[in-house]
């Protein structure tokens, strides 16, 4: 489900990079704008160069422990209104960013990127999910909890292999 270039962009993004960071962005009580935390929450990877965290609606607030751990590379993943149909995913750079937003965070996503690297000197990058709905409820709706799923899937795959082919030993 998560389209064979959007997974090509992610492993060009990684690159060579040691240390990376997994930040799940999003209010879990705003129906499909949990898709952040809910997918961080449910990966099962653990490596000593791997940070999961979900940093809900105020990502901000998360610069210094990222900048401890002195990630090289920040994935953020969040719903974005990008005017495509519900569960359109695509990753999204701080240059390309312009005219994307979400109601529910404090500071718009550009500025919030620009801001972590210009605190912790990581690249970052957006996995955004345009969502069907941002109401007040909890639970994703339908479509957006398939996205979850493959994206989970996709993204411990490919976190797996690009730890161990950095030396990375899993925790597990």
Not at 126 to 145: A, D, H, W
Request: hydrophobic share 40%; proline share 6%; charged share 25%.
């Amino acid at each position: 489900m998560i389209p064979s270039g959007l997974i090509k962009e992610l492993k060009d993004f990684i690159g060579t990079s040691r240390r990376i960071a997994v930040l799940g962005i999003g209010n879990d009580l705003r129906t499909d704008d949990g898709i952040g935390p809910i997918v961080v929450e449910s990966l099962k990877i653990d490596y000593p160069d791997l940070m999961i965290e979900n940093v809900g609606s105020v990502p901000e607030g998360f610069a210094r422990p990222l900048a401890q751990f002195g990630a090289e590379r920040v994935i953020m993943i969040d719903a974005a209104d990008m005017r495509k149909p519900p569960g359109h995913i695509e990753l999204v750079t701080k240059d390309r960013i312009g005219g994307i937003s979400i109601s529910t965070h404090s500071m718009p996503l550009s500025f919030l990127m620009m801001y972590l690297e210009q605190e912790t000197g990581a690249e970052t990058i957006l996995i955004g999910i345009q969502p069907e709905s941002i109401q007040f409820g909890e639970g994703l709706t339908p479509v957006i909890k398939l996205v979850a799923e493959s994206l989970v899937d996709t993204l411990e795959s490919l976190l797996a292999e690009h730890m161990e082919d950095t030396g990375n030993v899993s925790n597990d």
